[in-house]
């Protein structure tokens, strides 16, 4: 599948020649022609985040270069946060952004990750976390670097790394003083509770009720509440690539056109790529030909094919060879040579035994000569 998105992005999207690397794009935006910059402001993405109002190309080949390289930016920005969000949250309860890097991938691929159902379950689970859950998760993600090993340069990253080293630290200091509370605890009596003068068992219990209710917040509670809040601002400025200009430049969307590759109707699907190898192929000399027209450039199986729906029941191999034949011949040739006659046999039984190994035709035992014909009518 992912050799078949290549394809279709380079062959079916005139803007890819973009599609390259980062440092390569200094030569690549500059070479493009005055075609190729109208094909590339033609893009919905461009039209849309961008004002109507006309550059001269100049102008416009070098905001196609900042747009570019803010996709790029962009991608590395977004793969280092993922990241390190992927080790946070794995193997949390109820996997709420999944247990694989990949999942969480394509949820930031098809929207706001900050806006889906799983984070928000995260979210929750954050304001319920123990000091030494938060302590491990938190010491499990990645700090943003590059793969040099060097910080990366983007305002965003450095804020993010920032905040989490200033959060572990701060969680590390409660930590500590919590231990020391802890052995203070053992050391010093209970301090005894003001009952104030209590006449009666409903006065009773309402004290023990708002005993209960006055409950004071731990340092570690607020610090909690405010790393939640925290990991929710930094990720809901996470767009996905879909939302910004050029972005097709980089990235394919086009399910449609996979799915007539892999989730297609084996029938229809083999008649349309054996009578019309266009469809498949791209190919300039089968582009006019017509489902029932016959040519020689046309590849051999699909030739077969063609030949094997204008036959019966039972189709005579020696007379759908001279057929072959003939069409294999060029205009206004009368004989071939021994060589270009064994050619055109061997590339007529290679194409029947493939169209016997499609299910199409098969051996019989009523005429040695002939096949029995699969399919019916003209498909």
Request: a positive charge.
């Amino acid at each position: 599948m992912l050799k078949m998105c290549i394809f279709e992005h380079y062959y079916s999207n005139s803007a890819s020649i973009l599609c390259c690397r980062q440092e390569q794009l200094v030569s690549v935006v500059p070479a493009l022609s005055r075609d190729k910059i109208q094909t590339v402001t033609t893009l919905p993405s461009y039209q849309r985040h961008l004002p109507k109002n006309k550059m001269s190309p100049e102008k416009t080949s070098k905001k196609i270069f900042s747009l570019i390289q803010d996709l790029h930016n962009h991608h590395r920005s977004s793969l280092v946060l993922l990241q390190a969000l992927s080790e946070f949250s794995k193997k949390l309860p109820g996997s709420p952004l999944g247990n694989h890097f990949r999942e969480l991938y394509i949820s930031h691929l098809e929207s706001p990750l900050s806006e889906t159902e799983g984070f928000a379950k995260l979210g929750k689970l954050i304001r319920v976390m123990s000091i030494d859950e938060l302590q491990k998760r938190l010491g499990s993600a990645p700090i943003p670097f590059d793969t040099q090993g060097k910080q990366l340069s983007e305002t965003g990253l450095q804020k993010f790394r920032d905040g989490l080293t200033s959060y572990k630290k701060r969680l590390d200091d409660i930590a500590g003083q919590k231990n020391e509370d802890a052995e203070m605890d053992e050391i010093q009596e209970a301090a005894p509770l003001d009952w104030g003068d209590l006449r009666s068992r409903s006065q009773f219990r309402e004290k023990l009720k708002d005993l209960t209710k006055t409950k004071k917040v731990s340092p570690f509670e607020l610090l909690r509440e405010e790393f939640a809040g925290y990991f929710r601002e930094v990720f809901s400025q996470l767009h996905p690539p879909s939302q910004l200009p050029l972005h097709e430049v980089l990235y394919y969307d086009d399910a449609p056109s996979l799915k007539q590759y892999f989730v297609p109707s084996p029938r229809s699907v083999l008649h349309s790529a054996l009578a019309k190898p266009y469809t498949y192929l791209k190919c300039e000399c089968c582009q006019s030909i017509g489902v029932a027209e016959m040519s020689p450039s046309l590849p051999d199986l699909s030739l077969s094919y063609k030949l094997h729906l204008e036959s019966g029941k039972l189709i005579n191999l020696y007379d759908m060879m001279q057929a072959f034949r003939g069409v294999k011949m060029t205009t206004g040739q009368k004989k071939l040579s021994a060589e270009e006659e064994k050619l055109i046999e061997a590339q007529f039984f290679r194409s029947v035994a493939e169209l016997q190994l499609l299910g199409l035709v098969k051996s019989t035992q009523r005429k040695t000569d002939h096949v029995a014909r699969m399919t019916w009518g003209s498909c």
